[in-house]
């Protein structure tokens, strides 16, 4: 059986899973990114750097944005009803915070190169306006909130993934593979 587009009782649609798992490539290719443009000599380099940065956030932000959308008219498959009432909450209460972050973490970026003046080129013809008024105390400010978010985002992440592989691994269900393309769920 193919993988429907829908979410079914047992398992991710098509939408949800590449929504899922091309977020994670363009975030891990984020951190990349920040480290590089950490490492890399010469202004020009430099530059360029931060501007795909900022192209590839934007981009998340649109992804996070119709991932909601779809998120709210399409309902998970529910957890295993065997898992304790408190793993149900932790699990529900991660994937909402991991959501909050993918919003909130290109937000604090797009406040922050507003606050410092730079315009976000967006694939390079789109220009995002400014949100926030050009200021060194909110550029400062900006800065700190999106570094604290991105530290909170791959600890979350790194439990999440973790949580997963627990699933997989030690409690032998199907959390994992239902998020897996090539599962065959007939
Ligand atoms: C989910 C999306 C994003 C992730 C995971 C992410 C991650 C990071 C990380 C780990 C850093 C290095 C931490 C630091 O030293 O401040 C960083 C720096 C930065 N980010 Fe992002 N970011 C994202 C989206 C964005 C967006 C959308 C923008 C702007 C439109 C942006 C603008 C910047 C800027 C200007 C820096 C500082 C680069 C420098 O050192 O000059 N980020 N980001
Ligand atoms: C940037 C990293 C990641 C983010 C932002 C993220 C985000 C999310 C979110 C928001 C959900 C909830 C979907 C929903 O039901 O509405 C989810 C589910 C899931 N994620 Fe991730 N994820 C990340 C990395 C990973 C990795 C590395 C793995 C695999 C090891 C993974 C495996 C899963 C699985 C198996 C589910 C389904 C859980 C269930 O059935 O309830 N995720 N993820």
């Known amino acids: 059986m193919g993988l429907p587009l829908r979410n079914t009782e047992r398992s991710y649609g098509l939408v949800s899973q590449v929504f899922h798992w091309l977020v994670v490539v363009l975030v891990i290719i984020q951190y990349i990114w920040a480290w590089r443009i950490d490492e890399i000599d010469g202004l020009r380099a430099r530059l360029e750097l931060v501007t795909q940065h900022k192209t590839f956030g934007m981009t998340i932000l649109s992804l996070a944005v119709l991932r909601l959308l779809w998120r709210l008219f399409n309902r998970p498959p529910p957890l295993p009803a065997r898992l304790p ?102």
Do not use: C
């Open 85 to 186: 009432r408190w793993e149900q909450m932790a699990a529900h209460g991660s994937h909402w915070l991991l959501y909050g972050l993918i919003l909130a973490i290109p937000l604090s970026g797009w406040a922050y190169s507003s606050a410092a003046g730079f315009g976000d080129y967006w694939w390079g013809p789109v220009d995002f306006p400014s949100i926030v008024a050009k200021s060194e105390a909110l550029e400062d400010l900006f800065g700190e909130v999106h570094e604290w978010l991105t530290t909170a985002l791959a600890v979350v992440a790194i439990g999440h993934a973790l949580a997963a592989l627990r699933h997989h691994i030690w409690l032998k269900n199907d959390v994992l593979k239902r998020m897996l393309p090539l599962w065959r769920r007939d």
